[in-house]
């Protein structure tokens, strides 16, 4: 066991009197940021078209990065003898990663195939080739070799990627599931977050390991979720499993699952950033969100603005002379015009994507600063 | 005919005692920059993955933008309507166009084939409809309409474009073409540049107008077209039509081509600026080159060093942990190791291609720091 003092360290600075929304301090050997904070999500270890350079000068506090793809390419092997994520990447702010099971079992049930489709590849499909109490084998769609994955393996991997902030290792059951199947699912998923805190005390390293709380869209099975995950030595609680079909199961499911948590930790929304449910779920306490919407809708051309998305490929702005928004500061503001960014996308131009991503981004960070001074003046 | 005090000015500054090698100035309304220089083509008015921020900072002096691809898209009249193509763009150092003729002959011979497949569109094929004294007609394969190019709409469109130079409009004829066919284009082809000046001159705007170099590989004909045209009122001449089937036709050219030109006018080199032809033909005298190959071959992987090319895909630089090349200061060379572009490549992420081509757009205006240096120091 590990006498090793962690830097992690998450401290509440404010508390709403209108609601449960709460403005916090996380700290990482990569430095402090400020909570509730948008999470951007890196997942070959840099944000899709945006540079370490720009999306730091942005202000991204904290990056997602995938620990399945580095895994299959270039391996954490690669990473670790590279230095780690921070060096390899050059990323000198903090960054958390997954334990590599969602995608694999996005694999096994093709419930997120929208997601593994956006790599390009349709080699993923029927890749997984063995689920056990042990873990899951699946075979690399990059070079045919097998993976075991397992809580030990997944942490292993984590260690040598060397993130800040870790996530154990969890089954992701399908939506559609008999309840005898979730509950079996539900146990075993446990049994594997404490593996996975387990290896991590056995093999300490100055990194934080976060648990995620299952349970579905059954109140009794996240309160129990929440019970067992809250009792071992976790820095902070994910909330993933299935969320629920749609926004308003899972503001239902939140509202009943985060009073079940400790207050003194940070909580984590897995997968989720769009805007309405940023605006539903902060108010109930969540800390930290992660998406790839943000991005993924600027290479589709959709521009976020507090009027509204903008579809910049629409005629309506071939000869609009006017930055994508008013007084943003982000690289396309300041360096080109909606109708200089349409035509970049009418022309396939790669450029427009990393420009139209430098917004987003830019928009996200903007409206978290402002989400936590609403919450420091008690507005929301 | 106009009285309009031009801007545009080339003074030679140092001829080298070694060569023919000379170290200029050309001043444009929108700057000056040091001869000889690289010539960054960006076909639809930017660099392919490289923003105007970025490319200004690395210091290129002056871009080749394709009035073709702009009369397509987004048309002339909307670059115009935008305030130019420095305005609409956001560059606001020099910027050069072309005539169009050559991406429209090229439909027509198919001779340039690859130049066009790397647009991403196969449409183009067949779209001439008729070629005639008056000029040629062609297909948009945007959205269908017909598009008469002649001298004088070709001007009109580079007027509305408003770049600093503009080159006039020529016939391209094939490489493989009867004396007698090769004979009525070149003829046809000087009284299409004539047009061209005229309709400049009558139209005047504060933009040069260079003539291009015609006769293929018959030193008769160069050297006549090179009369013909030096007793014109152009302001700078571009050597162009068929540059023979390899460098050493083409440098065998130059070599009996530059010596019939004006040595107070700039000399450009139509569409080759690889490392060879450059060690050839800077000697000779040529003062600007442009060529889509240095940010082509990074989106290939292909990264120039003083050491030769490198191709970042090879297994060889999965661990190593170099910048692209050792005291270089583009952006990639600033923040990634050639493991982690290494990465990005395979990974097909997006920021490979936006780093490559950073590094060889600097690495181009760097070899032509040294080149203008050498020639000052008479080692050139």
Not at 1 to 13: I, R, Y
Not at 30 to 44: D, K, R
Not at 200 to 214: F, R, W
Not at 328 to 351: D, G, Y
């Amino acid at each position: 066991m590990s006498t090793l003092t962690k830097t992690f360290h998450f401290e509440v600075l404010h508390r709403s009197t209108k609601s449960n929304a709460r403005v916090g301090r996380i700290t990482t050997p990569h430095g402090s940021f400020l909570t509730p904070t948008f999470v951007g999500v890196g997942t070959n270890g840099v944000l899709k078209s945006l540079g370490h350079d720009e999306s730091m000068e942005a202000g991204l506090d904290l990056m997602f990065a995938n620990t399945y793809h580095l895994m299959v390419q270039p391996g954490e092997d690669v990473v670790e003898k590279m230095g780690g994520i921070h060096r390899f990447s050059g990323r000198t702010r903090p960054i958390i990663t997954d334990s590599g099971g969602f995608q694999v079992f996005s694999l096994a049930y093709g419930s997120v195939a929208s997601e593994l489709k956006s790599q390009g590849t349709k080699k993923h499909s029927n890749s997984v080739q063995k689920i056990s109490e042990e873990g899951v084998k699946f075979r690399s769609y990059r070079d045919g070799r097998s993976i075991l994955l397992t809580p030990e393996t997944s942490i292993g991997a984590q260690k040598k990627i060397g993130a800040d902030i870790m996530i154990s290792f969890d089954e992701l059951p399908p939506y559609h599931i008999s309840a005898d199947a979730l509950k079996k699912s539900f146990e075993r998923t446990h049994r594997w977050e404490k593996r996975s805190l387990l290896f991590h005390q056995a093999h300490p390293t100055d990194q934080a390991l976060y648990s995620v709380i299952h349970g579905g869209i059954n109140p009794d099975l996240r309160k129990k979720s929440c019970q067992i995950l809250r009792e071992l030595d976790f820095d902070g609680h994910a909330v993933g499993g299935s969320l629920g079909k749609n926004r308003d199961e899972m503001i239902e499911m939140l509202t009943y699952t985060l009073p079940c948590l400790p207050q003194e930790k940070p909580i984590h929304l897995l997968g989720i950033a769009d805007l309405p449910s940023l605006h539903s779920s902060i108010p109930l306490g969540i800390d930290s969100f992660d998406s790839s919407y943000p991005t993924k809708a600027a290479r589709h051309g959709t521009l976020l603005t507090d009027n509204g998305t903008l579809r910049i490929i629409s005629g309506a702005y071939k000869d609009d002379p006017r930055p994508i928004e008013e007084g943003c500061s982000c690289r396309a503001c300041r360096t080109v015009s909606r109708s200089f960014l349409h035509h970049l996308f009418k022309s396939s131009e790669l450029l427009g994507l990393s420009l139209a991503s430098s917004h987003n981004l830019y928009y996200m960070i903007r409206f978290m600063e402002r989400v936590r001074q609403k919450i420091l003046l008690n507005e929301l």
